[in-house]
T-cell receptor, first 112, second 114 residues
Framework: AQSVTQPDIHITVSEGASLELRCNYSYGATPYLFWYVQSPGQGLQLLLKYFSGDTLVQGIKGFEAEFKRSQSSFNLRKPSVHWSDAAEYFCAVGSQSNKLTFGGGTRVLVKP | DTGVSQNPRHKITKRGQNVTFRCDPISEHNRLYWYRQTLGQGPEFLTYFQNEAQLEKSRLLSDRFSAERPKGSFSTLEIQRTEQGDSAMYLC????????????FGSGTQLSVL
């Protein structure tokens, strides 16, 4: 069975500092991996997606993620956080049909 | 492109009542998904349609839940004899099948069962 673990429930970061969100997955085949962001009252928005190719994936809003098969990880990073990045972030794994299994999410708080 | 639209935004009901939610996908999208999200958790897959055909249902979807997409456009999700455990955010997403398939989510319907 596929599963996703996001070990950090909350992360607080100062504006301008770097951010890294951890994601570990379990999947039987070659996974599709995703990061979504959810702001209050908003729908989930796709930040980036990985299936094959370069293991460092660039996304929207200055985010990137690195796929490490040996560690079953797909961590999300941003070099310099803006106050508008405060939101909940979800890692997900799935098949091509987009039937996704999501992690429990990491809530990011940004300090001024 | 108006995005994925879900109605109502909020629904409060008493235990035992039936409720129905509607999802209007992005117009050219042929796939439609329903997910459920409880407080503090990530979304959980419930079911999905390709055009009007319901291709997969999660074991989470008990017999009290039924989803339809009669003309391959909008979809409804009905919950019969609601229980307090049904309280959650119900999310709809749509996509266009293809190599660069991407899910677009609606803002959800928040259900509270009293």
């Amino acid at each position: 069975a596929q599963s996703v673990t996001q070990p950090d429930i909350h992360i607080t970061v100062s504006e301008g500092a770097s951010l890294e969100l951890r994601c570990n997955y379990s999947y039987g085949a070659t996974p599709y991996l995703f990061w979504y962001v959810q702001s209050p009252g908003q729908g989930l928005q796709l930040l980036l997606k990985y299936f094959s190719g370069d293991t460092l994936v660039q996304g929207i809003k200055g985010f990137e993620a690195e796929f490490k098969r040996s560690q079953s990880s797909f961590n999300l990073r941003k070099p310099s956080v803006h106050w508008s990045d405060a939101a909940e972030y979800f890692c997900a794994v799935g098949s091509q049909s987009n039937k996704l299994t999501f992690g429990g999410g990491t809530r990011v708080l940004v300090k001024p | 492109d108006t995005g994925v639209s879900q109605n109502p935004r909020h629904k409060i009901t008493k235990r035992g009542q039936n409720v129905t939610f509607r999802c209007d996908p992005i117009s050219e999208h042929n796939r439609l998904y329903w997910y459920r999200q409880t407080l503090g958790q990530g979304p959980e897959f419930l079911t999905y349609f390709q055009n009007e055909a319901q291709l997969e249902k999660s074991r989470l979807l008990s017999d009290r839940f039924s989803a339809e997409r009669p003309k391959g456009s909008f979809s409804t999700l009905e919950i019969q004899r609601t229980e307090q455990g049904d309280s959650a955010m119900y999310l709809c997403a749509s996509s266009l099948m293809g190599p660069n398939e991407k899910l677009f989510f609606g803002s959800g319907t928040q259900l509270s069962v009293l």
